[in-house]
């Protein structure tokens, strides 16, 4: 007989949760963008990185990624700037946006919805949140590539 307490594993979300997507992503922590990248790319996705808000909105700009994954508190551009800029685009609209922050601020994620973020994710980012927010994203566009 074990003591030890039993534990419920959390369902993980099987590869290819969401469809194939283009996805920026951008933060000024190299090794947390290198890790979300291969992440992405484990998961079957296109994945391209920027370590500032400027490289962020000009590879987003060149190549209208699905989804744009930011960093909040990025130098040159915040996530925040970045994420105006894109919405006012014509194509800004369908694009996903998903924020990453250390900001414990309970308003945080209030803000970023202000700002067009579709999703709001607090550092350390865990895996199983950033697949599951593609996935809710996917669902909500109608399972496609979010047009």
């Known amino acids: 007989m074990s003591l030890a307490p039993q534990l419920t594993p959390r369902p993980r979300p099987q590869r ?5 997507l283009r996805i920026v992503v951008a933060d000024d922590n190299a090794d947390l963008a290198d890790t979300l990248a291969l992440l992405l790319s484990i998961d079957g996705h296109e994945v391209h990185c920027a370590d500032d808000g400027e490289q962020a909105l000009a ?3 060149r190549l ?14 915040s996530g925040y700037a970045v994420a105006h800029a894109i919405r006012a685009e014509d194509w800004g609209a369908r694009m996903r946006l998903i924020a990453i922050t250390g900001d414990a601020a309970p308003d ?6 202000a700002a067009g973020f579709d999703c709001h994710l607090r550092k350390p980012v865990g895996a199983l949140d ?3 927010c593609l ?11 979010f047009g």
């Open 59 to 61: 590879l987003v700009r």
């Open 130 to 132: 950033l697949l599951e």
């Open 135 to 145: 996935a809710e994203l996917a669902d909500a566009g109608g399972g496609g590539p």
């Open 108 to 113: 945080s994620a209030l803000r970023a919805a």
């Open 64 to 77: 209208r990624p699905q989804v744009a994954v930011l960093d909040l508190g990025m130098p040159r551009l």
């Open 16 to 20: 290819g949760l969401s469809p194939r």
